[in-house]
């Protein structure tokens, strides 16, 4: 008797599925994937965090958070306000970090996933107006 396929993924690697697919639906929109999983300072608990990629397109660059969950009612409750400012700082870290970017108008990105493949991108979802 043939055993059952199991089809269920960690959730390391649907998150990992999640931040690969996002990254190709930006290059099908003519964005050039600069970074993933960019860590901001050293070790991993930094106020900064890591941002899960940056993209560049024209003079526009892009700081994306991925957020995948198993429905749309946890979309409203993914980003809290700790993790928005971990965000920011870390396109400031990033920014600091690679001066030829620093004329670059930076914008803040969040992508929410639900596997399979149902994907919301909110563009300018954290805004900040100190990022120089």
Request: glycine fraction near 6%.
């Amino acid at each position: 008797m043939k055993k059952p396929l199991n089809l269920k993924i960690s959730p390391y690697k649907s998150g990992y599925l999640a931040e690969f697919v996002c990254r190709m639906y930006m290059r099908f929109h003519g964005y050039r994937v600069i970074a993933k999983n960019y860590h901001c300072g050293t070790g991993k608990k930094t106020p900064c965090g890591e941002l899960d990629f940056v993209a560049v397109k024209g003079r526009t660059i892009v700081f994306c958070e991925v957020k995948k969950r198993q429905n749309d009612a946890e979309f409203l409750r993914a980003l809290s306000y700790r993790q928005r400012q971990r965000i920011l700082n870390g396109g400031q870290y990033f920014l600091r970090a690679n001066p030829r970017y620093k004329n670059y108008s930076p914008r803040f990105d969040v992508f929410f996933i639900k596997l399979p493949f149902s994907i919301r991108h909110l563009k300018n979802a954290i805004y900040s107006d100190r990022i120089a």
